[in-house]
């Protein structure tokens, strides 16, 4: 993936292009992280890339509103994740990586031939109701740099089909998102294009 510039993004249809982003006006910042994954195309919501302001609560309603969060931990973070300060209604799945000290090496059996590797630790903690969903976790439960991205977009978005096909109360509630996404999609595009958009999601509906 790479990094974009999002603001002016000569885009039709934002939702799609944007990830939900505000990719014309930059009120939800200026840059965010993107990759194309086997036929998907993804818009990470960054968090430390999206303005924090009281007033507009940019980070919550975007993250907030995700079924998947990765959490990245700094390695000087020693502090332990709590899975039950996520207070959103829409995270269902969170993944937390951390990269493995040379340290701990020992503690994960990485041999010394692949002690000059970057590795990474992985663990996957779900709300009660989310049935299991592949890829495993490895045993143990560590993977290079190499393979952390396969394995880690394949957990996301198998996590992702996982609630929304499975998890009977999550349809009301990502029909209401959804809904609302359209409405201020629409309302941030001129009458014109509003309208012309707006026909063409009721006659294909």
Same mark, same amino acid.
């Given at each position: 993936g790479g990094l974009d510039v999002r603001r002016g993004?000569?885009?039709?249809? %934002?939702?799609? %292009?944007?990830?939900?982003l505000d990719v014309r006006r930059g009120f939800d910042g200026d840059f965010t992280y993107h990759t194309d994954f086997h036929s998907n195309s993804?818009?990470?919501?960054?968090? /430390? #890339? $999206? /303005?924090?302001?009281?007033? &507009? /609560?940019?980070?919550?309603r975007h993250i907030? *509103?995700?079924?998947? @969060? $990765? @959490? #990245?931990? &700094? &390695? &000087?973070c020693e502090e332990a994740l709590d899975v039950s300060? #996520?207070?959103?209604?829409? *995270?269902? @799945? @969170? $993944?937390l990586v951390s990269k493995v000290q040379q340290k701990d090496f020992s503690l994960f059996g990485i041999e010394k031939e692949s002690s000059h590797l970057t590795w990474y630790h992985v663990s996957v903690s779900c709300i009660q109701g989310v049935n299991h969903f592949l890829p495993h976790l490895p045993v143990p439960p560590i993977l290079r740099k190499e393979d952390l991205k396969e394995w880690l977009l394949t957990k996301c978005i198998n996590g992702e089909r996982s609630v929304i096909d499975e998890t009977s109360s999550f349809s009301l509630r990502i029909a209401t998102a959804r809904q609302q996404l359209l409405q201020n999609l629409l309302s941030s595009l001129p009458p014109n294009k509003s309208k012309h958009i707006y026909l063409n999601i009721i006659t294909s509906a």
């Open positions: 993004f000569d885009g039709d249809f %934002t939702y799609h %292009t944007g990830g939900g993804i818009m990470f919501h960054v968090g /430390p #890339f $999206i /303005p924090k302001s009281e007033h &507009d /609560p940019s980070r919550k907030g *509103n995700d079924i998947v @969060v $990765i @959490v #990245f931990r &700094d &390695d &000087d300060s #996520f207070k959103s209604h829409f *995270n269902h @799945v @969170v $993944i």
